[in-house]
Nanobody, 123 residues
Framework: QVQLAESGGGVVQAGGSLRLSCGTP?????MGWFRQAPGKKREFVAA????????AYADSVKGRFTVSRDNAKSTVYLEMNSLKSEDTAVYYC???????????????????WGQGTQVTVSS
């Protein structure tokens, strides 16, 4: 059973930065980050392909967030800069073994999920 674990969440002031980390099941997995704010549906944030170069971002975070992976450490990162109050949510990492490019943003394309880490941005 694959278990993912996110870390790095916390409370930060608007304009600040945080870096989230998540262990990957292996280099063959596409990794995604999603978030869910209270009363809202889970939404796509960013994803990175198996080899790293292929990435995708939600329009709301493009230019502020960066997803990367270190396959030697089996870890994927989400660097979040210029944080806004609307970024407040529980952030989840997810792993999928057979995700095609057109499905990167779909939660149901991923096979495994972490428990989530809270990110709170205070204004």
């Amino acid at each position: 059973q694959v278990q993912l674990a996110e870390s790095g969440g916390g409370v930060v002031q608007a304009g600040g930065s945080l870096r989230l980390s998540c262990g990957t099941p292996g280099r063959t997995y596409t990794m995604g980050w999603f978030r869910q704010a209270p009363g809202k549906k889970r939404e796509f944030v960013a994803a990175i392909g198996r080899s790293g170069p292929a990435t995708a971002y939600a329009d709301s975070v493009k230019g502020r967030f960066t997803v990367s992976r270190d396959n030697a450490k089996s870890t994927v990162y989400l660097e979040m800069n210029s944080l806004k109050s609307e970024d407040t949510a529980v952030y989840y990492c997810a792993a999928g073994n057979r995700i095609i490019l057109s499905s990167l943003r779909r939660a149901d394309a991923y096979d495994y999920w972490g428990q989530g880490t809270q990110v709170t941005v205070s204004s």
